[in-house]
């Protein structure tokens, strides 16, 4: 059973950090591109940033680019989002995703596994 599991989400006042995690089990990890979503209230839900299996390839949307930066850890089956210089437009659930194949997409319906999301809130 393929399991997600994102912790790290709080309340963060606005230009402030936090360092969101998910743990994957029941996949092997490292033949997985990975990215991490978000949804705010009344809102689809959007990418947020993505990379390859190893890591080496990262992509963002332009909203977050030059902010966050999402990385790996291969042997923990772990995968991390640091956000940086946060603003009330990133309060939202974010969620990882886990898709089985070479190449990151930013299309959320081509990911095979989601986890439950975490909360992150920042306040003005």
């Known amino acids: 059973q393929v399991q997600l599991v994102e912790s790290g989400g709080g309340l963060v006042q606005a230009g402030g950090s936090l360092r969101v995690s998910c743990a994957a089990s029941?996949?092997?990890?490292?033949?997985?591109?990975m990215g991490w979503f978000r949804q705010a209230p009344a809102k689809e839900r959007e990418f947020v940033a993505a990379l390859s299996r190893s890591g080496g390839t990262t992509y963002y949307a332009d909203s977050v680019k030059d902010r966050f930066t999402i990385s790996r850890d291969n042997a923990k089956n772990t995968v991390y989002l640091q956000m940086n210089s946060l603003n009330s437009e990133d309060t939202a659930v974010y969620y990882c995703?886990?898709?089985?194949?070479?190449?990151?997409?930013?299309?959320?319906?081509?990911?095979?596994?989601w986890g439950q999301g975490t909360q992150v809130t920042v306040s003005s």
């Open positions: 029941g996949l092997t990890f490292s033949k997985y591109t």
């Open positions: 995703a886990a898709r089985q194949g070479v190449t990151i997409t930013t299309d959320r319906g081509l990911y095979d596994y």
